[in-house]
């Protein structure tokens, strides 16, 4: 017969298993929150949603996209009048940033080339989107539509490129004219060359020329001014003395006109006196008649009229 195991013993093992089931639950748990954190299931989605008229290349889970950004995902798809009807998830915080008049489209991360994603164009409009809004899609094109237009637009190219061609056929003989007088022009080139550069020459020394006569013009106005600049103060001198000069010789005159006016103011009183006595003189009766005035002998004028009477009578 076995022994039965001890009670304590089995007690603890269960104890370990409920620890270990207990902390997988945990490790699950936090996994599972990591995961729907990563989706998104723990934060408010606004549904906005465009329908479709083929879903080639769009699925649930396919990146959405803002200025590069991505800001929700595509939720669920389903068919409706006229298309498909695709869902897309937009998390809360940044549908205010979508403006009224947005649309989507279909486009690659790379160009032709990359990852498909949901790209949403803003509008121009202020006012944002409400939630669960109908907004326009844009499909992608595909590489056939791609080609098509490439051609559409290269076809017109090709066209002008054979017509040219077709005129430089039947303008053979214009060409080889052409290139005939190039190749003469070509020849002269190193003729034109050296004259240029005679020119260049020549112009070279008229410049060095005019640079040694502009300093020897230069030199000599030096001098000059020097000379001037020397001159300029012995003539301030010279004119200072004879202003000097000048000066004195009107201050001599006054002082000699000053001494002089007594011996005028004494001609003057002297020559009163003498006219006294000759006056004085000429009263005297003795020598009275020896200063009588000598007149001429006129006769009136009332006796030329006079005589003219007596004459008529």
Not at 273 to 279: N, T, Y
């Amino acid at each position: 017969m076995s022994k039965p195991l001890p009670s304590g013993r089995f007690s603890r093992l269960v104890l370990k298993v409920n620890v270990f089931l207990l902390i997988a639950l945990a490790m699950v748990g936090g996994f599972m929150g990591l995961v729907a954190y990563k989706q998104g299931w723990l934060v408010h989605q606004s549904p906005l949603h465009f329908v479709t008229a083929n879903a080639l290349g769009i699925n649930k889970g396919m990146p959405v996209k803002l200025h590069g950004f991505t800001i929700g995902q595509v939720g669920e798809l389903s068919l409706a009048e006229g298309g498909v009807d695709v869902q897309l998830s937009i998390l809360g915080q940044y549908l205010p940033r979508i403006p009224q008049g947005s649309f989507a489209r279909h486009a690659r991360e790379s160009g032709v080339i990359g990852t498909a994603v949901i790209d949403i164009v803003p509008g121009r409009s202020m006012m944002p989107l409400a939630e669960g809004a109908l907004i326009p899609f844009e499909p992608a094109r595909g590489v056939s539509e791609i080609i098509d237009e490439f051609r559409r637009q290269a076809v017109p190219a090709f066209n002008e490129i054979k017509q040219a061609m077709a005129q430089v056929g039947r303008s053979g003989e214009d060409i080889s004219r052409i290139l005939a007088a190039l190749r003469q022009e070509v020849e002269q080139l190193p003729a034109t060359h050296r004259a240029v550069r005679e020119l260049v020459q020549q112009t070279t020394k008229a410049t060095l020329e005019l640079n040694r006569q502009a300093g020897a013009t230069l030199a000599a106005a030096e001098r000059a001014a020097g000379t001037v600049e020397q001159a300029v103060p012995l003539l301030s001198t010279k004119i200072d003395a004879a202003a000097t000069q000048l000066k004195k010789t009107g201050e001599e005159a006054q002082a000699t006109l000053k001494s002089a006016r007594p011996l005028l103011d004494q001609g003057e009183s002297a020559a009163r006196e003498a006219g006294d006595v000759l006056s004085a003189a000429k009263r005297v009766w003795p020598l009275a008649d020896s200063f009588k005035d000598s007149s001429d002998g006129m006769l009136p004028i009332d006796s030329f009229e006079a005589q003219g009477r007596g004459r008529g009578r």
